[in-house]
């Protein structure tokens, strides 16, 4: 049995994520893993035709397909993702059609269920048999229990290619949206100085979003300006290499033009759109590229108080998972969500309106400074990155470790004396029968009692 191993990792073998395959490779020596760096050798693999051909003829040969990556930044790395775009540009499918395939991650747990969600996606649009996920925490190979777990996913997956069992279609194809998008002059919009700044990746890939993009940009006044990703020197996507962790100087400052772009026109708006169209279920891998390279700034929040939207062309409404990543994204920026408009909206004087809409309240909320309270997007990511940075990953993310200790990262519940207090005393009277009886007849009227005296002090 011959198993394809697709690997994600910029840093190709160097990598986390290989070891965990390496274990597989070794607990069953019967099988051959073929490993393919398509992540770490995407540039040779956009120019050289050939080269990915090879790559396509090996992976048609095999008998299962394994896609194993470390996630970045809620999903796979941009190098990744163009590499899935290129088996779609370039009209591959036909070697993964039938095929059974495998994910396999690691990561630190932090929106992985997202990345699994985009790769399951993937497979279905590729016609594939996919049979199983696994997301590893980084270190789980160290531990005993979690070397059964890997093993008994590998020997799961290898019978179920064996005996060839069916799989589950999770995704079904997505339905192209028929709207051409006819814009009309909406009602102006006074900016009172904000900066307003709507990024694209190319809008002259897209007739809808362009037209959207124009139609939003001149509603402002004076009018938002407009930059396109394509235009920025850019030389690759995020390496991986976490030099940034200490003090968020990437490698490849001074290299291009990317930190210069991000710092002087990202950081410096008041109001950010971001436009772009569905490429497999995901936006571009050029747009990918801009999050990920973003990364230099590590785990801080550094687009805290923005208010920000989204313009997008394609199948939006029927890709919960990218408007997850997207919602996400947002709030642990700690930044406000404006809303978002895609070309499947509606009518085109549904998506007028809805750009008129987002247009008003980009300058109301501005200027009124409101950032809407976080969900557990938010807050569930921020605990998992607090515990996490003051554990074992604080050597490698300095930077991000002096930011947690000055804004109050660091609010672990063993610190809340006071009430560690009150909870042991409370636990304590309710294990006598006439006292419990009492806690539980009035703990009601006891939960509304505080915000009852903050509601009198209004009247």
């Known amino acids: 049995m011959k198993i394809a191993v697709l690997n994600g990792s910029p840093k190709g073998q160097t990598s986390v994520t290989m070891q965990y395959v390496n274990f597989l490779q070794l607990k069953f ?18 120019v050289n035709e050939d080269e990915f051909e090879l790559v396509i003829g090996e992976i048609s040969a095999a008998d299962a397909v394994l896609w194993a990556f470390p996630l970045y930044f809620f999903l796979v790395s941009s190098q990744y993702k163009r590499f899935i775009e290129l088996i779609f540009e370039r009209n591959s499918s036909w070697a993964f059609r039938g095929k059974p395939a495998a994910v396999l991650s690691t990561s630190i747990n932090f929106f992985d269920h997202t990345a699994h969600n985009y790769m399951n996606s993937v497979c279905d649009d590729l016609e594939m048999k996919f049979i199983a996920s696994y997301s590893a925490e980084m270190n789980d190979l160290l531990k005993s229990k979690e070397r059964r777990r890997l093993q008994l996913f590998g020997e799961l997956f290898l019978r179920a290619v064996k005996e060839g069992s069916p799989a589950i279609r999770n995704n079904r194809p997505l339905i192209p949206s028929s709207t051409v998008y006819m814009p009309e002059d909406l009602k102006p919009v006074e900016t009172y100085g904000k900066k307003i700044l709507i990024v694209a990746d190319d809008i002259s890939q897209d007739n809808n979003l362009r037209s959207m993009v124009r139609n939003l940009q001149n509603t402002f006044f004076p009018q938002a300006q407009l930059l396109q990703l394509k235009d920025i020197d850019i030389k690759g996507g995020c390496l991986g290499c976490i030099q940034c962790g200490m003090d968020n100087h990437c490698i490849y400052e001074g290299e291009d033009g990317f930190i210069d772009f991000f710092n002087g026109q990202i950081k410096t708006a008041d109001v950010l759109f971001f436009a772009g169209c569905v490429s497999d279920r995901f936006l571009s891998a050029c747009w990918k590229c801009f999050f990920d390279r973003s990364f230099f700034n590590g785990h801080i929040p550094v687009l805290k108080d923005r ?15 990218l408007r997850e990543i997207l919602e996400a994204y947002v709030e642990m920026q700690h930044a406000n969500l404006i809303g978002f408009v895609s070309d499947d909206a509606g009518s085109s004087a549904e998506i007028n309106e809805s750009l008129q809409s987002m247009a008003d309240h980009a300058v109301s909320y501005s200027r009124a400074g409101y950032l809407r309270p976080p969900t557990f997007l938010c807050i569930g990511g921020k605990k998992l990155l607090r515990d996490a940075v003051w554990g074992r990953m604080r050597p490698a993310f300095q930077a991000d470790h002096r930011y ?12 809340r004396y006071k009430w560690r207090l009150i909870n042991d005393i409370l636990i304590t009277l309710t294990k ?19 915000f009852s005296k903050v509601l009198a002090r209004l009247k």
């Open 29 to 46: 020596p019967e099988v051959t893993f073929q490993f393919f760096d398509v992540a770490q050798k995407i540039k040779k693999l956009e």
């Open 432 to 450: 006598i029968p006439p006292l419990r009886r009492e806690f539980t007849k009035r703990i009601k009227e006891e939960m509304v009692r505080p």
């Open 404 to 415: 947690f200790r000055k804004h109050d990262y660091y609010d672990f519940p063993q610190k």
């Open 307 to 321: 208010q920000i939207g989204f313009i997008i062309g394609g199948p939006f409404r029927q890709l919960y998972n």
